[in-house]
C-alpha cells in the first residue's frame, strides 16, 4: 500500500487516507450564503471518490465579515439545516467533514459589508480604501464570533474545524509587521502580533468538546513578509498550546514559483511542533503527495486544482499508485 493511502487517526478520528480537499471559495451558495443543492454535489463528489479529509470552503462567521457574494456563512444558525446536510453527504461518502472559518478582515467586500475592518489602517493593496482600525473590544467579540461559528459547525455535524489564519484575511492581517502597526497588546511584539489568532483558536477549542481543530497559517506571506525563524517558532508552539489537532501550513503568490510545492514549508514547521502537518500547493502529481508522507515530510497531502480538474482524482491517484 502508497503511504498516501494508508489511514492515519488524530485524537478519536480515524482518517482512511492522507489525501485531503483543501478549502477552496467556489461561490456556489445562494446569495445569503445558505448551502445549495451544487454546493452538496460539489464536495459530495470528492468525498464519494475516496478523499480522506474533505475541508469545506471557508465560511463567515460574520455577517461583516463576508469576501464573496455566494460564499458559505455560519454566523447564526438559520445556517445549521443547510450545514448540517453537507457534513452528512460528505460522511456518506467517508471522508472526514471539516469546514473552515475565516473574517475576511482588509479583504471584505465593502458593497456587502458596508466597511472594511484590520488591526489598523493600512490597506492590503495599492488603490484599495485603508480598513478601520478595530478596537480591543471589536476584536475579543470577533473572537467569540469564531467560537460560536466553531460551536455551531460541530453541532451541524462536522468533524472538524479550520481556523483560517492564513493568505490575508483578518486574522492573518494581525500577524503583519507592515499592516498591524497597533501599540496595544493586539500589536508590537511578535506576542502581540499573534494574540488574536491564538486566542480564537483558544476559545474555538473550548467550545468544540471533542471534535478536531486545525488552523491554517500562511508561512511566507505578501502581508506577513514572512516569519523569521524565531518568530515562526513562537507561533506554532503558541497555537499548539491552544489545544490544536492539526496545522495546515501553505504560502501565497508572493512566494509561488519560488517553490515548486510547500513541501519545504512543511519541513520548516515540524522543527517546531509535534502536530500532524497538512501540506499543500502543486500536489497534483500522485508520486509527489505521495512521497512527501513516505518520508515523512507532512502527514497528510491537500490536492486543491487537481480536485477542481477531477472530482475522482482520489481513485485515479489510489489506482495510478497501486
Known amino acids: 500500500m502508497s503511504a498516501l493511502f494508508t489511514p492515519i487517526k488524530v485524537r478519536d478520528i480515524t482518517f482512511r487516507n492522507r489525501v485531503v480537499?483543501?478549502?477552496m471559495v467556489m461561490?456556489?451558495?445562494?446569495?445569503?450564503g445558505r448551502v445549495t443543492e451544487k454546493v452538496l454535489e460539489h464536495y459530495s463528489a470528492r468525498a464519494d471518490a475516496g478523499a480522506g479529509l474533505v475541508i469545506v470552503e471557508a465560511t463567515a462567521v460574520d455577517p461583516n465579515g463576508r469576501c464573496w457574494s455566494n460564499g458559505l456563512c455560519v454566523y447564526s444558525d438559520d445556517y445549521l439545516e443547510g450545514l448540517a446536510r453537507l457534513a452528512a453527504r460528505i460522511h456518506a461518502g467517508g471522508a472526514v467533514a471539516g469546514i473552515q472559518l475565516v473574517h475576511g478582515g482588509p479583504?471584505?467586500?465593502a458593497e456587502m459589508c458596508g466597511e472594511t475592518v484590520g488591526p489598523s489602517a493600512v490597506s492590503h493593496r495599492e488603490g484599495v480604501q485603508p480598513p478601520r482600525e478595530l478596537t480591543a473590544e471589536e476584536i475579543t467579540a470577533i473572537e467569540d464570533r469564531f467560537a460560536g461559528a466553531a460551536a455551531r459547525v460541530v453541532a451541524a455535524g462536522f468533524d472538524l474545524v479550520e481556523i483560517h489564519g492564513a493568505h490575508g484575511f483578518l486574522l492573518d492581517s494581525f500577524l503583519s509587521k507592515h499592516h498591524n502597526t497597533r501599540t496595544d497588546e493586539y500589536g508590537g511584539s511578535p506576542a502581540g502580533r499573534m494574540r488574536m489568532l491564538v486566542e480564537t483558536c483558544r476559545l474555538a477549542r473550548e467550545r468544540i468538546g471533542n471534535?478536531?481543530?486545525d488552523c491554517r497559517i500562511s508561512i511566507f506571506n505578501k502581508l506577513a513578509e514572512g516569519f523569521t525563524p524565531e518568530e515562526l517558532k513562537e507561533l506554532v508552539t503558541g497555537l499548539q498550546a491552544t489545544g490544536l489537532d492539526l496545522l495546515h501550513v501553505s504560502t501565497d503568490g508572493a512566494f509561488k514559483g519560488y517553490f515548486d510545492?510547500?513541501?519545504?514549508?512543511a519541513q520548516w514547521v515540524k522543527q517546531y511542533t509535534s502536530l500532524p502537518i497538512i501540506t499543500a500547493g502543486g500536489l497534483g502529481e500522485p508520486l509527489l503527495a505521495?512521497?512527501?508522507i513516505a518520508e515523512g515530510i507532512a502527514d497528510f497531502a491537500a490536492v486543491g486544482h487537481g480536485m477542481l480538474d477531477d472530482a475522482e482524482w482520489t481513485k485515479h491517484a489510489e489506482e495510478a499508485l497501486h
Open 21 to 23: 480537499m483543501p478549502p
Open 261 to 265: 510545492t510547500n513541501t519545504p514549508i
Open 211 to 213: 471534535a478536531l481543530l
Open 107 to 109: 479583504q471584505c467586500s
Open 27 to 32: 461561490n456556489f451558495g445562494d446569495e445569503h
Open 290 to 292: 505521495d512521497r512527501i
